[in-house]
């Protein structure tokens, strides 16, 4: 039968997960995984229930989230940053049974409704039965769209059984590599590739708990990994090559690695040609979408291709469509469509939203990704920015230019808002408001900023602010965003 974590079901003392001083082997991690599904038993949660998992850098994080697939539950993760009205939003549209937080961390928000449980696992050695490749919800990722609060992307195993075995075969990726990384544990990039896929594979990750380039390098030469992959945002990989520039060690850690992996956005010629002028070797860029998981990477045993993000990986189609959906043949490098895809990663929908499902995936199984493309005589695509301005990737974070609003408009001193996303070095976008106050208002734009990081997370929260009189509107009374920011969206 498939099995979707091979090595937890014939567990031994492999090394499965490094997090900051604390080290598990396979079997130690499927006891602890044990251990979980227990406890949620002896709590009453069922087989088909949904636990959040507050995903704090821990070892029990990643054993709740083992755990909870043994229990035949779907996991939440939540962002241990998640301001509370944003918190009640998932809790109030995921509805999980409980909400489970490591022992020795504090718990982000109480919330009455939600009960939490609270646990140290510190196993001995155990195997897991094995968990059927089938179309069980695994993950609902919170993600944003242009307007509305985050929707939940419900994620089956067979969708990331798919999608990891996929990457695995484009990146050579087998139980020799030890990913590296230092990405939160709540969307595709740091929790379905970076952790789940060194599980699936049987090789190990090494998170890094808090990002510094120093860290990521020091991880990166750990004595104890035989061959390291290291997986990062543009964002990160632009500080990185900063402090590469006087940190010798940092220039060899990145050149002995096995593969330098970017995505969640575009990574810029500047930066690929940086990292490449540093270490002597390039970046792999991919690309994907929380709802379809990765669609393109270049394969491992090509050179980077700047600028691209590679082909369709194995097993999945894609298609470029003009604005009436209709295919458009080119293979020329220059004609410009909606990348749509269609494959086994692609998700099962956005949960309690049918509207929304239906209006990106059509009824033969093609996922629209909003996003803009060319495809190279060769079939490799080129991101070139996305339909709407609204959406907003800001260190690889994806936000919605309409749920922001919606927050500040809140505030009691805020009468018009438009949200921006403006082109930045670092962030790939920083998100800038444009706010008109009420008469007689004053605020400064450190209040507002703080009301957007408290109430929905602070990656969201607006990096400047423009107090204005009017937002500038057409003959509609619709924002024109573009004089705002006129290359945003990019
Ligand atoms: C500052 N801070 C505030 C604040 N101002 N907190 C509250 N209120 C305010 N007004 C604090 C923050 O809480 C944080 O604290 C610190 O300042 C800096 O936080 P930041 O601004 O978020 O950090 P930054 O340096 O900008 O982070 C850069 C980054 C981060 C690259 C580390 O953006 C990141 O982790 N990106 C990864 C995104 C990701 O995983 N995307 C994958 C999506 S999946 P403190 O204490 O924490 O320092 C996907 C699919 C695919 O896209 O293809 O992969
Ligand atoms: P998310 O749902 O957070 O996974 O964000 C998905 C979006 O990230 C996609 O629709 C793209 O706009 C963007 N993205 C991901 N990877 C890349 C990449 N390599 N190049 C450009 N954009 C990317």
């Given at each position: 039968m498939p099995d979707l974590f091979p090595r937890l079901t014939h567990a031994d003392s492999r090394p499965a997960l490094f997090i900051g001083d604390e080290a598990w082997t396979y079997a130690e991690l499927a006891g602890a995984a044990l251990e979980h599904a227990a406890l949620l038993e002896r709590n009453g949660v069922e087989a088909g229930d949904r636990v959040a998992v507050w995903a704090q850098?821990?070892?029990?994080?990643?054993?709740?989230?083992?755990?909870?697939?043994?229990?035949?539950?779907?996991?939440?993760?939540?962002?241990?940053?998640?301001?509370?009205?944003?918190?009640?939003?998932i809790y109030d549209d995921s509805v999980p049974k409980l909400a489970f937080c490591a022992e020795g961390h504090d718990v982000p928000h109480e919330v009455a409704a939600v009960p939490s449980l609270r646990a140290a696992y510190s196993p001995d050695g155990a195997s897991l039965p094995?968990?059927?490749?089938?179309?069980?919800?695994?993950?609902?990722l919170y993600t944003s769209g242009t307007t509305g609060p985050p929707k939940g992307v419900v994620l089956t195993r067979r969708n990331i059984a798919a999608n990891l075995d996929a990457l695995a075969e484009a990146w050579e990726w087998t139980e020799r590599d030890t990913v590296v990384h230092s990405l939160p544990l709540i969307h595709a990039h740091g929790?379905?590739?970076?952790?789940?896929?060194?599980?699936?594979?049987?090789?190990?990750?090494?998170y890094v708990p808090r990002f510094t380039p120093k860290s990521v390098g020091e991880a990166l030469v750990d004595p104890r990994h035989e061959q390291t992959m290291l997986f990062a945002v543009p964002t990160m990989f632009h500080r990185i090559a900063e402090a590469a520039e006087h940190d010798g060690g940092l220039r060899d850690a990145l050149?002995?690695?096995?593969?330098?992996?970017?995505?969640?956005?575009?990574?810029?010629?500047?930066?690929?040609?940086?990292?490449?002028?540093?270490?002597?070797?390039?970046?792999?860029?991919?690309?994907?979408?929380?709802?379809?998981?990765?669609?393109?990477?270049?394969?491992?045993?090509?050179?980077?291709?700047?600028?691209?993000?590679?082909p369709p990986l194995p097993g999945v189609e894609l298609k470029l469509v003009d604005d009436q959906r209709q295919?458009?043949?080119?293979?020329?490098?220059?004609?410009?469509?909606?990348?749509?895809?269609?494959?086994?990663?692609?998700?099962?929908?956005?949960?309690?939203?049918?509207?929304?499902?239906?209006?990106?995936?059509?009824?033969?199984?093609?996922?629209?990704?909003?996003?803009?493309?060319?495809?190279?005589?060769?079939?490799?695509?080129?991101?070139?920015?996305?339909?709407?301005?609204?959406?907003?990737?800001?260190?690889?974070?994806?936000?919605?230019?309409?749920?922001?609003?919606?927050?500040?408009?809140?505030?009691?001193?805020?009468?018009?808002?438009?949200?921006?996303g403006i082109p930045d070095e670092d962030l790939g976008q920083r998100i800038a408001a444009f706010v008109v106050l009420r008469p007689g208002e004053d605020e400064d734009s450190a209040a507002l900023?703080?009301?957007?990081?408290?109430?929905?997370?602070?990656?969201?929260?607006?990096?400047?602010?423009?107090f204005t009189t009017e937002l500038p509107r057409n003959a509609m009374g619709k924002v024109q965003k573009k004089l705002l920011a006129p290359a945003s969206g990019g």
């Open positions: 850098p821990d070892l029990c994080t990643a054993a709740a989230m083992i755990g909870n697939a043994v229990a035949g539950v779907a996991t939440v993760p939540l962002n241990p940053k998640l301001g509370s009205s944003e918190l009640a939003h094995a968990l059927p490749i089938d179309e069980s919800p695994a993950l609902v929790l379905v590739l970076g952790l789940l896929g060194s599980l699936r594979v049987g090789g190990a990750l090494h050149c002995r690695s096995r593969l330098l992996v970017s995505g969640s956005a575009g990574l810029s010629l500047r930066e690929h040609q940086r990292v490449q002028t540093l270490t002597g070797r390039g970046v792999h860029e991919r690309y994907g979408l929380t709802e379809t998981l990765i669609n393109c990477g270049v394969p491992a045993s090509q050179a980077p291709m700047p600028g691209y993000v590679g295919e458009i043949d080119a293979y020329d490098d220059q004609t410009i469509g909606e990348v749509v895809v269609r494959s086994a990663a692609v998700f099962a929908g956005y949960l309690n939203r049918e509207d929304a499902t239906a209006a990106v995936l059509d009824e033969e199984g093609w996922f629209h990704t909003g996003d803009l493309g060319t495809r190279s005589e060769r079939g490799a695509i080129r991101i070139l920015g996305r339909r709407s301005t609204d959406l907003i990737k800001t260190g690889g974070y994806r936000v919605g230019a309409g749920e922001i609003e919606a927050c500040l408009l809140e505030h009691p001193s805020v009468r018009e808002v438009a949200v921006v900023t703080g009301f957007v990081a408290e109430r929905l997370s602070p990656h969201k929260r607006p990096r400047e602010v423009h």
